[in-house]
């Protein structure tokens, strides 16, 4: 889907949306907050979800965090940009803010 479908998808469900970039290789300890949905675009990311495997996430591909879980993430050598959609009712965070 492109980007902009995938937006649509989101608003449809209620969400909120922002366009997202990590740089290389910078990682998430386990953390939890409210339920995220993202979307890759472009470069990669490791996740790992409950402390269950380790997951690569690549362009097309999307990872539905719920609310509470616990999870991680490694982003890849070449970056990482993802659509980052969200409740309407809950405001965008740094990562910094939710450990």
Do not use: C, N
């Amino acid at each position: 889907m492109a980007p902009l479908e995938i937006e649509e998808k989101y608003k449809k469900m209620g969400l909120k949306t922002m366009l997202a970039k990590d740089e290389p290789g910078k990682t998430y300890a386990p953390h939890s907050h409210h339920a995220t949905w993202l979307y890759s675009l472009s470069g990669s990311v490791k996740v790992r979800l409950d402390g269950k495997d380790w997951k690569e996430i690549k362009p097309g591909e999307e990872v539905v965090i719920k609310d509470g879980q616990l999870h991680e993430a490694i982003v890849g050598s070449d970056g990482w940009q993802y659509i980052f959609a969200y409740p309407k009712d809950t405001e965008p965070f740094s990562y910094e803010d939710r450990v």
